[in-house]
């Protein structure tokens, strides 16, 4: 079972860098894998450290996505990293084992803090949908354009229906990123 989270790694600048991950547990223990090339890759090997935040706020999937990436954060209270203020609840966690890959390795980690800051109260239709436009999102490159728009289409009904301003919000910065992707490929964003 993949869970999708935000993960939290220290940057170069001693920074928090902010990404969103599908993430496994298998053996008790956290599988992060990253594709290459990728900052949080560079991050998580470098500091063997990283935060795995647990939010319902959907702007943050969207936003790291769409180069807005600045969300306010704490410094973990175990290790080198930090929290996300927003997380319902977090894990810091301390790289244990690498299986490398030259696509996609494997990062294992030992979860050595666990803090549940408040009560989850559950996603609404529309929170759900921008997780998974997030999903396809960062995967344009890889899908073609007429799953995109079916997909859209499909999710857009849930916006609709249930989504508040912070799903809304969410919901154009992914949508413009999709028009600005399709208007690339079709040329119409040439000056």
């Not at 993430?23 to 090339?37: F, Q, T």
């Not at 949080?40 to 319902?56: F, G, K, M, P």
């Not at 807005?68 to 930090?82: C, D, F, L, Q």
């Not at 997380?87 to 294992?108: F, N, T």
Request: negative net charge; without cysteine; glycine residues 6%.
């Amino acid at each position: 079972m993949i869970y999708e989270t935000i993960i939290t790694s220290v940057d170069a600048n001693q920074q928090a860098h902010i990404a969103p991950f599908g993430i496994r547990e298998e053996d008790g223990r956290v599988l992060i894998a990253p594709y290459r090339p990728s900052v949080s890759l560079d991050n998580l090997l470098a500091h063997r450290s990283a935060v795995i935040n647990l939010t319902d706020d959907v702007r943050i999937f969207a936003g790291a996505l769409t180069g807005r990436r600045t969300w306010p954060v704490s410094k973990a209270e175990k290790i080198h990293g930090y929290v996300l203020d927003a997380a319902i609840a977090h894990r810091e966690l301390a790289l244990e084992e690498v299986k490398d890959d030259p696509v996609r390795p494997s990062l294992y980690f030992r979860v050595v803090h666990e803090v549940n800051h408040r009560p989850f109260k559950g996603f609404n239709r529309a929170q759900s949908a921008v997780i998974e436009l997030a999903v396809l999102v960062s995967r344009l490159h890889m899908l073609p354009i007429g799953k995109i728009d079916a997909e859209l289409a499909y999710l857009q009904i849930a916006i609709d229906k249930t989504a508040g301003p912070r799903e809304l919000e969410a919901w154009g910065w992914l949508t413009e990123t999709i028009d600005n992707f399709k208007a690339a490929i079709n040329g119409d964003n040439q000056a």
